[in-house]
Nanobody, 125 residues
Framework: VQLQASGGGLVQAGGSLRLSCVAS????????IAWFRQAPGKEREGVSY????????YYADSVKGRFTISGDSAKKMVYLQMNALKSDDTAVYYC???????????????????WGQGTLVTVSS
């Protein structure tokens, strides 16, 4: 199993980026994908979650209305469209795969078995 995240970069505040996560060795019909991020000196936090087969999508309050998660099970791809970026969004972003979970648990990193290597998003103010 391998997850590979890409799409990070440097963007000005108010700008947009789209992150991609490609999952090999698993089916997105069986596994949920979540995006996490970790800023310098801070704990890793859940950003968004998708379980396509169950049509479940969750967002952290800090990104609701600005970020959109989507998936393509056939291509084994999950995307995170990030708009109206703020300096607080600066972090390394990781995608992770795990069994389907529920609203109260999706932000826990312990729910996820597999992790990608991370992609750096830097938002300049």
């Amino acid at each position: 199993v391998q997850l590979q995240a890409s799409g990070g970069g440097l963007v000005q505040a108010g700008g947009s980026l789209r992150l991609s996560c490609v999952a090999s060795g698993i089916s997105l019909n069986d596994y949920a994908i979540a995006w996490f991020r970790q800023a310098p000196g801070k704990e890793r936090e859940g950003v968004s979650y998708i379980m396509s087969r169950q049509r479940r999508i969750y967002y952290a309050d800090s990104v609701k209305g600005r970020f959109t998660i989507s998936g393509d099970s056939a291509k084994k791809m999950v995307y995170l469209q990030m708009n109206a970026l703020k300096s607080d969004d600066t972090a390394v972003y990781y995608c992770a795969a795990g069994p389907p979970t529920i609203l109260s648990a999706w932000k826990s990193s312990r729910q996820y078995r597999y992790w990608g290597q991370g992609t750096l998003v830097t938002v300049s103010s």
